[in-house]
Structures are given as C-alpha cells and as structure tokens.
C-alpha cells in the first residue's frame, strides 16, 4: 500500500522550532519529487518547500519565500523518509502540514502532479 505518514507537529511559542518527519511506505530514492504543504483556515493549500532530482544526479530544492532562511528540506535515505526542519516558527506558520509525492519524469514537479498524500500534522506557533 503506497502511504506517506507525517509525525512531528505540535505547539510552539514564537520563535520556537519543530522538525517534521515524512516516512513513505514505498521507496522514493531519485525517483520522486517531495513536498511539504500546508493549508491553514480559510487559505489555500500552499507548497512550502520540496526537494526534487535534477540532471546527472542533482539534488535541487524549493521553498516559499515566507520561509527562506527558516526551514531546511532534507532527505534521510536510510530511513526513506522526508524531514523539514522549522526554526523561528511565527503565527503565520499556524497551518495543517502534508507530505505529498510525485512520481519524477524529467522535468519539475508543480503542484498538480502530486498525487501521493500524508494524512497531515497540525503545527501552531503562538505569539
């Protein structure tokens, strides 16, 4: 059964740090695009960060700019699973986090093509 499970979310104050944890039930290696999304309460699903193979073995990764030099995407390959470390977390972060996957077919993965779902964890940072 092809599953994505997130663990790691919680309440933090401002400032505060969390590190959520994506492990897949099939192996992702270089063959899949990874994402972390979130949704908050009357917003749209937003695409935080990913990680996605690239030509001749590269390794590339996107971020929204709200959270540039804040959270680090990040692969572990011995345990398959998909990592996104959040530091200096503000209420603006307050949002259900997914994990979500997409098959890699040579060129970059949108949002559309994801189609493998985590379930979600809750992340709320308060002021």
């Known amino acids: 059964q092809v599953q994505l499970v997130e663990s790691g979310g919680g309440s933090v104050q401002a400032g505060g740090s969390l590190r959520l944890s994506c492990t897949a039930s099939?192996?992702?290696?270089?063959?899949?695009?990874l994402a972390w999304f979130r949704q908050a309460p009357g917003k749209e699903r937003e695409r935080v960060a990913a990680?996605?193979?690239?030509?001749?073995?590269?390794?590339?990764?996107y971020y929204v700019d709200s959270v540039k030099e804040r959270f680090t995407i990040s692969k572990d390959n011995v345990k398959n699973a998909l990592i996104l470390q959040m530091n200096d977390l503000k209420p603006e972060d307050t949002a259900m986090y997914f994990c979500?996957?997409?098959?890699?077919?040579?060129?970059?993965?949108?949002?559309?093509?994801?189609?493998?779902w985590g379930q979600g964890t809750q992340v709320t940072a308060s002021s």
């Open positions: 990680i996605y193979p690239g030509p001749n073995g590269a390794v590339n990764t």
């Open positions: 099939f192996y992702t290696g270089n063959r899949y695009c």
């Open positions: 979500a996957a997409s098959e890699y077919i040579g060129k970059t993965c949108v949002d559309d093509d994801y189609d493998i």
